[in-house]
Antibody, heavy 115, light 108 residues
């Protein structure tokens, strides 16, 4: 079964960092870019960046440059997204998405930033 | 930074044709994709590379482009097509992706 399974919900304090994982199965993990997308409650989709799982090369949206790091572990077909210096504006759902046509999406991970 | 512009909302009656537009300067050279998102769910790809439908997507969904404008057409919209629709594409460098602001489709 082709799927991406993300890690569970997180609660963080302002200024902290969060790492979300995304495990691929049913397709060749290193064959296609893995993207990270986020969505604030009631708002639209926002592209954060992508990683080439084969090479580790990354491209980040300008908005997140310097605050986001995307990595992967090919041995376990898992990608990671770490976001630092969290604020309340980072209280959103984070999705990973991949596949040849960016047609495979994870279930989403809710991150809540609250003091 | 690069932007894709969509109308905030479109409304049609069941059985009518719904058209959702997306404008962006790089669209003549970069394929648009379209996603459907229903409340509380992850997005679902309905059109890729301008006009291709993934398996399982009904034939009433189609895509087209002309110049800097891409259009998602739902021919004979159904009540179950009510959702938010997002266009998605790449900037001219090819390294950065962007979503349009989303269009809420109401079918009633």
């Amino acid at each position: 079964q082709v799927q991406l399974v993300q890690s569970g919900a997180e609660v963080k304090k302002p200024g902290a960092s969060v790492m979300v994982s995304c495990k691929a199965s049913g397709y060749t993990f290193t064959g296609y870019y893995l993207h990270w997308v986020r969505q604030a409650p009631g708002q639209g989709l926002e592209w954060m960046g992508r990683i080439n799982p084969a090479s580790g090369d990354t491209n980040y949206a300008q908005k997140f440059q310097g605050r986001v790091t995307m990595t992967r572990d090919t041995s376990i077909s898992t990608a990671y997204m770490e976001l630092s210096r969290l604020t309340s504006d980072d209280t959103v759902v984070y999705y990973c998405a991949g596949g040849e046509w960016v047609d495979i999406w994870g279930q989403g991970t809710m991150v809540t930033v609250s003091s | 930074s690069y932007e894709l512009t969509q109308p905030p909302s479109v409304s049609v009656s069941p059985g009518q044709t719904a058209r959702i537009t997306c404008s962006g300067d790089a669209l003549p050279k970069k394929y648009p994709y379209w996603y459907q998102q229903k409340s509380g769910q992850a997005p679902v790809l309905v059109i890729y590379e301008d006009n291709k439908r993934p398996s399982g997507i009904p034939e009433r969904f189609s895509g087209s482009s002309s110049g800097t404008m891409a259009t998602l057409t739902i021919s004979g919209a159904q009540v179950e097509d009510e959702a938010d629709y997002y266009c998605y594409s790449t900037d001219s460098s090819g390294n950065h992706r962007v979503f349009g602001g989303g269009t809420k489709l109401t079918v009633l």
